[in-house]
């Protein structure tokens, strides 16, 4: 069975460019899950989707930050104009539900320069 | 918000068992803690969730205090594969909305 699918895996985009990636989670899995982590930290929730609806984006910047997951499967998160402090590797999880284990994709390291 | 908190590292040798706290005082009523296991370059990955007392798999133990307000994850025997970075994930109280927090990280080195 294949994993949680991440494009691309890496990005380098000057300041105040748009970027956009995108996640394919395990199918049947209804909890899709975006994370930023930064080096030598522990993943940072940006945003929690339980089907089609955000349940839980109070920790995603909604000033340059957004996301969707159209028709309950793939998603995708968008930052618009870019910042330097935006360098992070961006994670996206499933879950058959949130009260079951995270299947991470292998994330997609973003440098903005 | 309150944090959950790692230490930030761990040496063992091989064959040893690895005793791994993660502190979260602040965690919610009715959730799961759960522990991922990270390489370089790569997604976490699960381990092993429980709710209170003891949960066992085939690759490790979570203690649970009555309280949870901690837990730890036990590596037995353990090889230098295992070396990586150890994440505990709980979701803190935070009045109207619980957050999710993944702690600190443990950098656990196994020698040979």
């Known amino acids: 069975e294949a994993g949680v699918v991440q494009s691309p895996r890496y990005k380098i985009i000057e300041k105040k460019q748009p970027v956009a990636f995108w996640c394919n989670p395990i199918s049947g899995h209804n909890t899709l899950y975006w994370y930023l982590q930064n080096l030598g930290q522990g993943p940072e929730l940006l945003i929690r989707?339980?089907?089609?609806?955000?349940?839980?984006d109070s920790q995603l910047p909604k000033d340059r930050f957004s996301a969707e997951r159209l028709k309950g499967v793939d998603s995708t998160l968008k930052i618009q104009p870019a910042e330097l402090g935006d360098s992070a590797v961006y994670l996206c999880?499933?879950?058959?539900?949130?009260?079951?284990?995270?299947?991470f994709g292998p994330g997609t390291r973003l440098t903005v320069t | 918000l309150a944090k959950t908190t790692q230490p930030i590292s761990m040496d063992s040798y091989e064959g040893q068992e690895v005793n791994i706290t993660c502190s979260h005082n602040?965690?919610?009523?009715?959730?799961?803690i759960t522990w991922y296991q990270q390489f370089p370059s790569q997604g976490p990955r699960f381990i092993i969730q429980?709710?209170?007392t003891k949960v066992t798999n085939e690759v490790a133990s979570l203690f649970i205090p009555a309280d949870r307000k901690s837990s730890t994850l036990s590596l037995p025997r353990v090889s230098l594969s295992d070396t990586a970075v150890y994440y505990c994930?709980?979701?803190?109280?935070?009045?109207?909305?619980?957050?999710?927090?993944f702690g600190t990280g443990t950098l656990l080195a196994v020698q040979p």
């Open positions: 999880a499933s879950s058959l539900s949130r009260d079951y284990e995270q299947y």
């Open positions: 602040n965690i919610a009523t009715n959730d799961y």
């Open positions: 429980g709710y209170k």
């Open positions: 989707y339980e089907n089609e609806e955000a349940v839980d």
């Open positions: 994930l709980v979701r803190n109280y935070g009045g109207a909305t619980n957050k999710l927090i």
